[in-house]
């Protein structure tokens, strides 16, 4: 139905900061969003988005595409069918990502990992009925809830353009983007 290409690359956050964060900028996005304030993982935070860059000398950026067979993609009639098993194949390979994501930060402590999108940990997030995390230990912010980027990430630093459902058609492929925040430069990652 799909294959998985993935591609990683490391700056420095002083780089990321300077040419990719704009916390204000992505804070608006961000309260046009159904989540906005109703999930852990996203905005509205009670912290400084861009003191979480600041805390790390490197940012690994990784960028998962998934890409749907061409068949599969025009075999699919139905477009909010289709919309929805793209959804659970993306959802699969971000629940994949992130563990392998939470093996790197076992594997190099002090690194934290950023998710590809929204924490969907659980069914009905606990800040929607006003209660702590039940998994502080497993939700990640995402790069764009602490003010990335992420389509210019993926332009420039990875080479890979963001692809959007339009005019009824699916794209070839979406793209998860998340990627791994640390004191080293020389972390080998095998996603």
Same mark, same amino acid.
């Given at each position: 139905m799909y294959k998985i290409e993935s591609h990683v690359?490391?700056?420095?956050?002083?780089?990321?900061? #300077?040419? /990719?964060?704009?916390?204000?900028?992505?804070?608006?996005?961000c309260k046009k969003c159904d989540s906005y304030g109703k999930n852990w993982s996203c905005p509205e935070f009670n912290f400084d988005a861009e003191g979480v860059w600041e805390k790390y000398k490197y940012v690994y950026i990784i960028g998962t595409k998934v890409i749907f067979d061409k068949d599969v993609i025009n075999s699919l009639e139905d477009i909010e069918i289709a919309k929805e098993?793209?959804?659970?194949?993306?959802?699969?390979?971000k629940k994949v990502l992130m563990e392998k994501l939470w093996?790197?930060? #076992?594997? /190099?402590?002090?690194?934290?990992?950023?998710?590809?999108?929204?924490?969907?940990?659980?069914k009905?997030?606990?800040?929607?009925i006003d209660k702590h995390c039940i998994h502080p230990d497993k939700m990640r912010y995402s790069i764009e809830s602490i003010g990335g980027d992420v389509g210019k990430t993926l332009s420039k630093l990875l080479g890979i353009e963001l692809q959007w459902a339009k005019d009824g058609k699916l794209p070839e492929y979406y793209t998860l983007v998340s990627?791994?925040?640390?004191n080293k430069d020389d972390i080998t990652i095998e996603i």
């Open positions: 690359v490391m700056t420095t956050t002083e780089d990321y900061i #300077e040419n /990719y964060v704009d916390v204000p900028k992505f804070l608006g996005y098993q793209m959804q659970e194949a993306l959802w699969k390979e093996k790197l930060e #076992e594997d /190099y402590p002090g690194a934290i990992s950023l998710a590809a999108g929204s924490c969907k940990l659980c009905i997030c606990q800040r929607k990627g791994l925040l640390t």
